[in-house]
């Protein structure tokens, strides 16, 4: 069953902590995308990875990090330099060459 | 890169109603494609439309694109209750992968 994976749904972070989200895809795409989804809001776009071992900032990358070390791997940490964390994380990835992205399910981070 | 943007911001129809968005850009694209986004969820992508078509459909949507006015409409025909979500337009230019999405458009379908 191909698609994207996106783990944990709901991600709870106390002030001051660092935590990952998880995003997996089994599509051999060579792109991999983060978004962040503020409610009522566009998606804006934190970083993004065109091949392994090489990512690029987005336009909100402050405050965030990523490794790309597998093809099929595109985690994202949120750092504590991250001040307003709460929002829906979405994962996306596409073909070299081909504009259409395929996006997973989501991650919902909020802060205790 | 640039931005889409949606409009109306939200769109209130009765179901086997036509709904119809809009979407407009600011320069030059060689494509430009809709997605939908069921609440809580991620993105679908629906359709994608090249610079050099006018027209196309799919199933019960039909985009139109006319790139002299840098506009594109979504066309959803005999609407339904599973169609409620928000839609949104990515007009892109080839070898970017710096998508910029707008607000989108909330489409809701009253049963």
């Known amino acids: 069953d191909g698609g994207i994976t996106q783990s944990p749904k709901y991600l709870f972070r106390k002030e001051g902590q660092n935590v990952t989200l998880s995003c997996e895809q089994n599509?051999?795409?060579?792109?991999m995308y983060w978004y962040r989804q503020d409610p009522g809001q566009g998606l804006r776009l934190i970083y993004y990875s065109q091949i392994v071992n090489d990512f690029q900032k987005g336009d909100i990358a402050e405050g965030y990090s990523v490794s790309r070390e597998k093809k099929e791997s595109f985690p994202l940490t949120v750092t504590s330099a991250q001040k307003n964390p709460t929002a829906f994380y979405l994962c996306?990835?596409?073909?070299?060459?081909?504009?259409?992205?395929?996006f997973g399910p989501g991650t919902r981070l909020l802060v205790l | 890169s640039q931005q889409g943007e949606e409009d109306p911001q939200a769109l209130s129809i009765q179901e086997g109603e036509n709904a119809t968005m809009n979407c407009s850009y600011k320069t030059s694209i060689n494509n430009l494609q809709w997605y939908r986004q069921n609440s809580g969820r991620g993105l679908v992508h629906l359709i994608l439309i090249r610079s050099n078509e006018r027209e196309k459909h799919s199933g019960r949507l039909r985009v139109t694109l006319d790139t002299s006015k840098k506009s594109s409409s979504l066309l959803i025909t005999a609407s339904r209750a599973a169609d409620t979500a928000s839609y949104f337009c990515a007009p892109t230019t080839s070898g970017t992968y710096k998508y910029i999405f707008g607000t989108g458009t909330r489409l809701k379908v009253l049963a």
């Open positions: 599509l051999n795409h060579d792109a």
């Open positions: 996306a990835s596409s073909s070299q060459g081909r504009e259409t992205q395929y």
